[in-house]
């Protein structure tokens, strides 16, 4: 059920005791409960904050006479990069973050920053609901000490700055910002825009004092991160599905008996279940409320000119990267499934790409 690789935990543990000491006063162990410490990078309203006090509940509910739950929002114990590390030593014991942020310890994850990877919203649920498949994903970081649990859906990435973007000539020249991984930063030159890699706890103050133009992400960003109080132009081009991660410390999860690893890993699924009923209305929430309240202007833009502008990335980086092949390849058969099915069977399954967003 839980097959570990046991290797490289002797200086993972060293690390593990002199993070805890320093970060939080001590290991997590509360009078007999052991205290299970989450960070992450939203607010306390963000779909992801409400599924993670799903997976709080049911293993307090499962478990809580031996675990209690807690969650850091807001990047209160960092940003993604710090908050890994710290889940890396066992300073705490789960992170969420993007998959940019695993690149440098994982190279397979570089496939998710691949422009339009994913051609449909069905194809990238259906890929990350494959837990089978993803298992031997989620496996690849265990030499760094950690292992994915879960995936949360964070949407669809498009450019959003204090000046309209309409076709890929508006992006040339302006300084935009990516999630600090080299993929991120060739996806995004490659639009012809200069990429500006930083967390994201620093981007509106990046923007807001003119440091970037703007930046990319879902509209959760515009609202939750009031993103859309510096930058009021958001331009639907729709470049990336990434998901996010829930990480937990791969000595940690050892150290669970089998009975209570079930309920860990029961505790994940149900929180990504909980995490994508709020998805939908959230986004539907942040449109509205970005565009009659902060005065965001939504473009539609023609998604064909952003995809030809990038059409040689995917070759390229399958290239550079074998270790992204199998998975590509794999994404491209759910693709085709789903192209099939939109047009009648006959879609190529690049021509899916424009019925990714429901309900626009
Ligand atoms: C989204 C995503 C985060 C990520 C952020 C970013 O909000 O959910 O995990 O950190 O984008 O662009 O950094």
């Given at each position: ?175 935009m910002r990516v999630q600090q991984s080299p993929a991120s930063v060739n996806m995004c030159n490659a ?170």
């Amino acid at each position: 059920m839980k097959s570990w690789k046991r290797t490289g935990f002797t200086a993972l543990a060293a690390g593990t005791a002199l993070g805890c000491m320093a970060l939080l006063g001590g290991c997590g162990i509360k009078g007999e409960k052991r205290i299970v410490r989450i960070s992450h990078a939203q607010s306390e309203t963000h779909p992801e904050h409400l599924g993670l006090l799903k997976f709080k509940a049911y293993i307090e509910e499962k478990l809580g006479d031996k675990y209690e739950v807690q969650i850091y929002p807001n990047e209160l114990l960092g940003g993604a990069q710090k908050a890994i590390e710290l889940t890396q030593t066992g300073a705490i014991d789960f992170v969420v973050a993007g998959t940019a942020n695993l690149e440098n310890f994982a190279d397979v994850y570089e496939v998710f920053s691949m422009p339009y990877l994913f051609t449909s919203e069905d194809a990238y649920h259906e890929v990350m609901n494959d837990t089978e498949y993803m298992e031997q994903v989620y496996e690849s970081t265990d030499e760094a000490g950690f292992r994915v649990l879960t995936w949360y859906n964070a949407g669809t990435r498009s450019f959003y700055a204090k000046k309209p973007i309409n076709t890929p000539d508006d992006l040339r020249g302006l300084k935009m910002r990516v999630q600090q991984s080299p993929a991120s930063v060739n996806m995004c030159n490659a639009f012809g825009a200069a990429a500006s890699p930083m967390s994201f706890g620093e981007v509106y103050t990046a923007i807001q004092q003119g440091v970037i133009d703007g930046a990319e992400n879902n509209e959760l960003a515009l609202t939750n991160n009031k993103h859309g109080e510096v930058a009021k132009y958001y331009s639907y081009n729709k470049h990336q599905m990434v998901p996010d991660m829930l990480i937990g410390n791969l000595k940690f999860l050892q150290g669970l008996s089998d009975e209570e690893y079930a309920i860990f890993r029961e505790a994940a699924l149900l929180s990504t279940k909980e995490e994508m009923q709020y998805w939908d209305e959230q986004v539907e929430e942040a449109k509205r409320i970005a565009g009659e309240e902060m005065g965001v202007e939504f473009i539609d833009v023609d998604v064909e000119i952003f995809k030809d502008k990038v059409s040689d990335v995917q070759q390229e980086m399958l290239d550079e990267n074998e270790n992204i092949r199998d998975l590509y390849a794999y994404i491209q058969s759910v693709n085709e499934k789903y192209a099939g099915a939109a047009a009648g069977g006959s879609a190529a399954a690049g021509d899916a790409a424009d019925h990714t967003q429901k309900g626009e």
